[in-house]
């Protein structure tokens, strides 16, 4: 990370299950910064589920939504971002995310991940005869994405608070008082 960005939020991107949405909740309140989460604001504005915009419009609607509400997002302050997991594939996503956050990555392994959201039916990508062989396809198309990351936290075998704490030492690192 450059020392001449200005750092005025917090994005936290990988893959689903790695926990963005629970760390970035957390994270939030102990900054006292709003939470966002880019899959619930799409959900909002089409007035539809993931699952339902992924079957009925497709997925390149969906991450035409998730390219307008990143290009939104280059105007929010104080913002802890939770981003949807194929997010920073999307071009120029992650450009835009780097441009006014600090851009964290959660990272875990396939099986860790596959073990998290076996249970969860509105994951529309893991749909699949064989879920843990489509997340290994998916991880190694974004990983390249995800290692352009200001930060990498692995989330395996750490509780939402350790890994929370560990962002924010990094966002008070990235984002000393008084900045």
């Known amino acids: 990370m450059t020392g001449t960005r200005t750092i005025r ?17 957390l994270t939030a309140e102990h900054l006292h910064l709003t939470y966002l989460d880019t899959d619930h604001v799409i959900e909002a504005r089409a007035g539809k589920s993931i699952s339902d915009i992924f079957q009925q419009d497709g997925e390149p609607a969906f991450r035409d939504w998730e390219r307008r509400i990143v290009e939104e997002l280059t105007h929010r302050d104080r913002t802890v971002i939770a981003t949807g997991g194929g997010l920073p594939v999307g071009e120029g996503n992650l450009d835009s995310l780097k441009t006014h956050a600090l851009v964290v990555c959660l990272w875990a392994s396939p099986e860790v991940i596959w073990e998290r959201v076996r249970g969860h039916a509105h994951r529309p990508l893991l749909n699949e005869p064989d879920p843990l062989a489509k997340i290994r396809q998916l991880l ?26 560990h962002v924010l030492h990094e966002f008070h690192l990235a984002h000393p008082a008084g900045r």
């Open 140 to 165: 190694a198309v974004r990983s390249p994405y995800y290692h352009q990351a200001d930060v990498l936290v692995n989330s395996e075998q750490r509780s939402v608070r350790e890994v929370a704490m």
């Open 9 to 25: 939020n917090l994005a936290l991107i990988g893959f689903m299950g790695t926990g963005k949405s629970c760390v970035g909740r």
